[in-house]
């Protein structure tokens, strides 16, 4: 019965987890219009700073707001160098920026 509790908690943490996923990519999808391949590549950059700084032997509270920075200053950084440059353009031009994004990350 335990074992049955256990895997409904995590069956539960992992749906958040694809919950937030997809939430994030509605929310750009939302605002650019554009289905971000780049999405994951954000997630993956965060991701291995937080693995990084807990390697590092790093408290938790100095941890999460420093992945959040690392993943804001990531996302803007490429809305600058690629998105920017192409707003306005065709639906296809937006998509394959997106693709080359989500290959040079």
């Not at 937080?50 to 490429?78: D, E, K, R």
Request: overall charge negative; aromatic content about 16%.
């Amino acid at each position: 019965m335990i074992e049955l509790i256990q895997q409904i908690i995590d069956g539960l943490g992992r749906g958040g987890i694809y919950a937030l996923l997809a939430l994030g990519i509605a929310v750009i999808f939302g605002v650019m219009h554009l289905i971000n391949f780049a999405h994951g590549e954000l997630i993956t950059v965060s991701a291995y700073t937080s693995y990084w700084l807990f390697a590092s032997g790093l408290n938790w509270w100095f941890i999460a707001p420093t992945v959040i920075v690392v993943a804001v200053l990531t996302a803007v950084i490429i809305e600058f160098v690629a998105f920017r440059w192409v707003r306005g353009a065709p639906d296809f031009t937006m998509l394959m920026t997106s693709f080359g994004v989500h290959f040079l990350v």
